[in-house]
């Protein structure tokens, strides 16, 4: 099956677009939220959203296998969809015991791990 992308520049252009749209994902959920704390809804919102933003990293990881040959680096992409999904259930898990405070720590930390990724995606 061919690829819709054309060139490795297209395909680090788009993984640092779709960590971008997950950065826009936290910023919106910060200006709904009020002070530092997020409400429960929020927090729902948020999981909920980057549910389908995990699926798109995903299937981007799986179309850019085709100019990563690098299996190290390969693993690292993985690893950092899996810690993601940890911290997303993290989150999850602490919205449903009602430790909000908790889990707003934990969405700064995504928010951080997004633009670690960013930075580990324009030096690739």
């Given amino acids: 099956m061919k690829s819709v992308h054309k060139s490795v520049k297209g395909l680090k252009r788009n993984g640092i ?15 709904k939220n009020v002070g530092l704390v997020f409400q429960t809804s929020v927090l729902n919102d948020i999981v909920l959203d980057f549910v389908l933003a995990i699926v ?13 040959t690098d299996k190290k680096t390969r693993t690292y992409l993985w ?22 405070a908790a889990a707003s720590i934990l969405v700064y930390m995504l928010g ?13």
């Fill in 17 to 31: 677009l779709l960590l971008l749209f997950d950065l826009g994902i936290l910023a919106f959920a910060v200006t």
């Fill in 56 to 68: 798109i990293d995903a299937l981007w990881v799986f179309d850019s296998q085709i100019w990563i």
């Fill in 79 to 100: 690893m950092y969809i899996i810690v993601k999904c940890v911290l997303l259930l993290s989150i999850c898990g602490l919205t449903l015991m009602g430790q909000a």
């Fill in 112 to 124: 951080i791990y997004c633009v670690v990724g960013i930075s580990f995606l324009m030096f690739l």
